[in-house]
C-alpha cells in the first residue's frame, strides 16, 4: 500500500515537473520575443507548481518513511530511490520503480538544461540592454587619476538618461 502511494506521487512529482519544462520553454520564447508581461505570467505559473512540487515532496517523503516501516526498518532514512527500490522483492513494483525513476531523472535534467538556457539568455538580453543604453547615453569618460574634489570641471559625468528639470 505505502509503495503504491509513494509510485503514484513520484508519477505525479513527474508530471508536475513536465509542466514546469514547458514553462520553461514558453518562458524560453517570451524572452526571446522581449515580451516582459508573458514572462511575468509564467513567472507567477512556475511559482505555483513550485508551492504544488514542494507538497508533492514533502508527501513523498512521507510514503518513503510509510514504506520504510511496512518493511520492517523503523529510523527515518534518507534513501535515493535505487536504494530504496533494492527492499522492493515484487518484480513488477521493483519495475516499476526503476522506470519512473529513469523518467523523473530525464525530466529533472531536460528541466535543467532549459533553466540554464534561460538564465543565458536573460544575462545576455541585460547585457544587451546595458549596451544600449551605454549608445544611447553615452560612456562616461573618467581618468584613472585623482583630481582634487574642488576641481569640479575636470571630471565629467555620465548625463542622466531623463530631464529632471521638467
Known sequence: MALTTLLELLERLDEAHIQMLNLAASKKQSIMDNKVDALIEILNRESKFMKLIGQLEEQRAQAAYAFLQGVGIRSNLQLNLSELSRLVFDPDDKSRLLHIQQKLSGTLQQLKAANELNQKLIEQ??????????????????????????????????????????
Request: aromatic share 10%.
Open 125 to 166: 538580453s541585460l547585457t544587451f540592454i546595458d549596451y544600449s543604453l551605454d549608445l544611447l547615453v553615452g560612456r562616461p569618460n573618467q581618468e584613472i587619476t585623482y583630481h582634487h574634489p574642488s576641481d569640479k570641471g575636470s571630471s565629467a559625468k555620465r548625463p542622466g538618461l531623463f530631464d529632471a528639470r521638467g
